[in-house]
């Protein structure tokens, strides 16, 4: 994932620099912020190489305490004052984890190479400090490139603390007897809350490098036919050097774990040990390879590697397998999300038109913006030619969303294209879909009786019962004449439709009826009106007219007809867009409902 696109900006003349970027949480993090602060302090003049090496030292080491101890996404900002100081402030999303100074006695959550980043920001910067806000904390420095680091070898102890430290055995069983089960913990909230598998991934790799391995790879496997020895390359590899990544990656593509017993184990087993690739100061080292299995699946294969040891110890072993079980896990959930999410992909769009009708003589324009983007919503809409120069619309909503709304939407819409189509006029649509929907519901309580006498009697539990299944629908029916189009619609417990004429006056255009599968024997009429030369009609569903804003509702004082009046002059699309974004505007956050609009305009 790349960083997003920085934005500078420019103050005072030829000094002041301001910029802000976007980074994944990932080991890649820390160079391309070095890179985008470095390409910003070159275009200032003036600037010291003293500034600009204590400002990549301490941007470097933010960053990656950012990613390491958070592991979210990061956000840099910059600014070169007029003063000359460098300011940067990195913020991540995981609050919680305050950062801890080693040298000031605090306890680190993570072993002493992760506690030099502090330290070194306190000896480079003037000054330095945490900004705590809710969902997000910030690390910032001022850097003046004029001291900071005092004389009499205190260079020495900046170097040194720069210098990676080396791993040991016994630093190993320092931590694990310190921290492991707070790790385990922690790694299993975060991942449990991810619904992407390469997320998931590349939070592993984040977890383990370089805390327990100098560097990882994820392998994840397909689960229909578990490919994980066929050549196929990792998905994610990581290294405590950045510079190692790219060559490692290609030299791990080469070989793939092999699992040729065909037994599924989830415990340790060599894994060759790719030194060509890391050059000769890691020539030596020893890697193993755990098999990612959730129930009873293959899933992937996730490979550590530590330089110059002989073997891993028997506590980290133990430990990555443990984090091993929760990876598998965490990508066997998204996976399942994935399905969920494609199943209810696909559904939705069979249960919407494919296209909409072009109709001679009418402009139309539609906004369609379901609430719940993994699952079926509740409004649907349709616009279809009918036959016989006719040509109908339709706009709903049913109650509720999920699977239970698509088996009514499922239900109305062929069936409203085919009464259309047979010739039934507006009213009778209503009439024999309502019965339709009636006699369904009656269907579904029957068996849901049969099943209860098969249990014995026993109760059904919440949601096993028959759904209601009201429908507010409104349907018309559009036939264009010379100079105009001629339209028959009814409104069955749905907001009414809205006539906009050229002047900004606005009309109702139905009345009022009652919602479809509640009445039994319900008789529906429609009315006609005529949309002549740049008459607009707009319909709308419940998720425009019920916006709410505190107490208030968008429609409340004829807030609706208030805002069409305001579109008069403009065309379909331009309706459109400005109701919708009006709705938008009107509740300030997120939309809480489905939200469907049409407009059609008579040329």
Known sequence: MAAIPVQRESGAPGREVRGHAGLPGSPLAPGAARTLVRAALADAPGVSGRLVDDAMAVVSELVTNAVVHAGTDVEVDWRLEGSGAFVVEVRDHHPARAPRDAAGGEVSYETAEYGRGLRLVGSLAESWGVTYRTGAKTVWARITGEGGVPPDGAALDVAEILAPRPQGPGRDRDWLGRGALSFLAEASDLLAGQLDENLVAALTGQLLVPRLADWCAIWLEDEATARGGDGTGPARVWHASENLIEELHRALEKEPPQHGDGLLRSGPEPYAWPGDALGPQHADGTALAYRLIAGGRPLGTLVIGRCGLSRFPDEVTGLVEDLGRRVALAIGAARQYARQATISAVLQRGLLPGAVAEIPGLRSALVYEPCDKGGPSGDFYDLFPAGDGRWCFAVGDVQGKGPEAAVVIGLARPWLRLLAREGYRVADVLDRLNQLLLDDATE?????????????????????????????LLYGELTPYEGGVRCTLASAGHPLPLVLSPDGSVRTAARPQTLLGVVEDESYTSETVELRSGDSLLCVTDGVTERRSGSRQFDDGDGLARALAGCAGLGAERIAERIRRLVHDFGGGLPEDDLALLVLQAE
């Open 444 to 472: 579904a309580a029957d068996a849901a009786a049969r099943a209860l006498v098969t249990a014995g009697g026993r109760p059904l539990i919440a949601g096993d019962g028959p759904q209601t299944r009201f429908l507010s």
